[in-house]
Protein backbone atom coordinates (compact mmCIF):
# COMPACT_ATOMS: atom_id res chain seq x y z
CA UNK A 1 0.00 0.00 0.00
CA UNK A 2 0.92 2.82 -0.94
CA UNK A 3 1.50 5.94 1.38
CA UNK A 4 -1.08 7.78 -0.19
CA UNK A 5 -4.16 5.83 0.13
CA UNK A 6 -3.02 5.50 3.58
CA UNK A 7 -2.85 8.97 3.94
CA UNK A 8 -6.63 9.19 2.69
CA UNK A 9 -7.91 6.74 4.47
CA UNK A 10 -6.08 8.15 7.56
CA UNK A 11 -7.65 11.72 6.55
CA UNK A 12 -10.76 10.01 6.02
CA UNK A 13 -11.43 8.34 9.48
CA UNK A 14 -9.93 11.46 11.03
CA UNK A 15 -12.45 13.70 9.28
CA UNK A 16 -15.32 11.02 10.09
CA UNK A 17 -14.24 11.57 13.76
CA UNK A 18 -14.38 14.68 13.46
CA UNK A 19 -18.17 14.53 12.20
CA UNK A 20 -18.79 12.00 14.74
CA UNK A 21 -17.21 14.76 17.49
CA UNK A 22 -19.06 17.33 15.93
CA UNK A 23 -21.93 15.39 16.26
CA UNK A 24 -21.66 14.51 19.81
CA UNK A 25 -20.81 17.89 20.74
CA UNK A 26 -24.30 18.65 19.13
CA UNK A 27 -25.82 16.36 20.78
CA UNK A 28 -24.14 17.03 24.18
CA UNK A 29 -25.63 20.69 23.43
CA UNK A 30 -28.93 19.68 22.85
CA UNK A 31 -28.49 17.96 25.52
CA UNK A 32 -27.35 20.64 27.95
CA UNK A 33 -30.01 22.97 26.57
CA UNK A 34 -32.10 20.18 28.07
CA UNK A 35 -30.65 19.69 31.37
CA UNK A 36 -30.85 23.28 31.73
CA UNK A 37 -34.36 23.86 30.78
CA UNK A 38 -35.26 20.64 33.20
CA UNK A 39 -33.29 22.49 35.40
CA UNK A 40 -35.26 25.72 35.22
CA UNK A 41 -38.54 23.94 35.46
CA UNK A 42 -37.37 22.08 38.78
CA UNK A 43 -36.52 25.44 40.42
CA UNK A 44 -40.08 26.61 39.51
CA UNK A 45 -41.37 23.78 41.12
CA UNK A 46 -39.16 24.12 43.71
CA UNK A 47 -40.25 27.19 44.38
CA UNK A 48 -43.77 26.54 44.03
CA UNK A 49 -43.71 23.25 45.94
CA UNK A 50 -42.06 25.93 48.50
CA UNK A 51 -45.02 28.55 48.54
CA UNK A 52 -47.48 25.57 48.64
CA UNK A 53 -45.92 24.07 51.66
CA UNK A 54 -45.96 27.84 53.46
CA UNK A 55 -49.83 28.15 52.36
CA UNK A 56 -50.39 24.91 53.47
CA UNK A 57 -48.64 25.32 56.89
CA UNK A 58 -50.76 28.81 56.92
CA UNK A 59 -53.81 26.69 56.17
CA UNK A 60 -53.36 24.08 58.85
CA UNK A 61 -52.17 26.62 61.53
CA UNK A 62 -55.58 28.60 60.75
CA UNK A 63 -57.50 25.49 60.97
CA UNK A 64 -56.07 24.70 64.52
CA UNK A 65 -57.34 28.37 65.67
CA UNK A 66 -60.74 27.08 63.90
CA UNK A 67 -60.58 24.43 65.87
CA UNK A 68 -59.15 26.30 69.30
CA UNK A 69 -62.30 28.95 68.44
CA UNK A 70 -64.63 26.38 67.68
CA UNK A 71 -64.05 24.69 70.79
CA UNK A 72 -64.18 28.04 72.44
CA UNK A 73 -67.89 28.65 71.17
CA UNK A 74 -68.73 24.90 71.74
CA UNK A 75 -67.57 25.49 75.95
CA UNK A 76 -69.17 28.77 76.25
CA UNK A 77 -72.46 27.66 74.08
CA UNK A 78 -72.66 24.74 77.18
CA UNK A 79 -71.81 27.06 79.70
CA UNK A 80 -74.43 29.36 78.28
CA UNK A 81 -77.15 26.46 78.02
CA UNK A 82 -76.60 25.98 82.04
CA UNK A 83 -76.98 29.74 82.80
CA UNK A 84 -80.24 29.89 80.76
CA UNK A 85 -81.40 26.59 82.56
CA UNK A 86 -81.08 28.50 85.97
CA UNK A 87 -82.12 31.73 84.63
CA UNK A 88 -85.36 29.78 83.68
CA UNK A 89 -85.74 28.38 86.92
CA UNK A 90 -85.56 31.76 88.31
CA UNK A 91 -88.40 33.29 86.21
CA UNK A 92 -91.07 29.69 87.16
CA UNK A 93 -90.17 30.70 90.43
CA UNK A 94 -90.21 34.01 90.69
CA UNK A 95 -93.53 33.56 88.43
CA UNK A 96 -94.93 31.52 91.64
CA UNK A 97 -93.81 34.21 93.70
CA UNK A 98 -95.64 36.82 91.92
CA UNK A 99 -98.93 34.56 91.41
CA UNK A 100 -98.42 34.05 95.47
CA UNK A 101 -98.25 37.42 95.57
CA UNK A 102 -101.36 38.39 93.46
CA UNK A 103 -103.61 35.97 95.39
CA UNK A 104 -102.28 37.71 98.66
CA UNK A 105 -102.88 41.05 97.24
CA UNK A 106 -106.59 40.36 96.42
CA UNK A 107 -107.38 38.80 100.10
CA UNK A 108 -105.44 41.66 101.37
CA UNK A 109 -107.71 43.90 99.19
CA UNK A 110 -110.87 42.01 100.32
CA UNK A 111 -109.69 42.90 103.86
CA UNK A 112 -109.37 46.40 103.37
CA UNK A 113 -113.05 46.45 101.95
CA UNK A 114 -114.38 44.77 105.02
CA UNK A 115 -112.50 46.82 107.13
CA UNK A 116 -114.00 49.91 105.24
CA UNK A 117 -117.43 48.36 104.81
CA UNK A 118 -116.59 47.77 109.38
CA UNK A 119 -115.36 51.35 109.53
CA UNK A 120 -118.64 52.84 107.39
CA UNK A 121 -121.15 50.95 109.46
CA UNK A 122 -119.03 51.87 112.66
CA UNK A 123 -118.81 55.25 111.40
CA UNK A 124 -122.56 55.63 111.06
CA UNK A 125 -123.14 53.97 114.53
CA UNK A 126 -120.67 56.54 116.27
CA UNK A 127 -123.00 59.08 114.00
CA UNK A 128 -126.19 57.86 115.55
CA UNK A 129 -124.31 57.71 118.92
CA UNK A 130 -123.37 60.88 118.64
CA UNK A 131 -126.93 62.10 117.81
CA UNK A 132 -128.35 60.70 120.18
CA UNK A 133 -125.84 61.82 122.81
CA UNK A 134 -126.42 65.13 121.35
CA UNK A 135 -130.58 64.60 122.25
CA UNK A 136 -129.73 63.11 125.50
CA UNK A 137 -127.31 66.52 126.47
CA UNK A 138 -130.09 68.73 124.77
CA UNK A 139 -133.00 66.86 127.10
CA UNK A 140 -130.55 67.52 130.29
CA UNK A 141 -129.96 70.98 129.85
CA UNK A 142 -134.01 71.67 128.35
CA UNK A 143 -134.38 69.54 132.00
CA UNK A 144 -131.70 71.53 134.30
CA UNK A 145 -133.55 74.73 132.83
CA UNK A 146 -136.54 73.91 134.03
Known amino acids: MPVRPLT ?6 CLVLAGLLALQWKHELDLRGVIDAKN ?11 K ?30 GILERRTETIESLKSDIAEAREQIAAWEQAVKERDKRIGTLDDELKATRQRLDEAIEKLKKAGAR
Open 8 to 13: AINATG
Open 40 to 50: RELDTVAEELA
Open 52 to 81: EQSHSFSLQRDLDVLKDSLEATAEAARENA
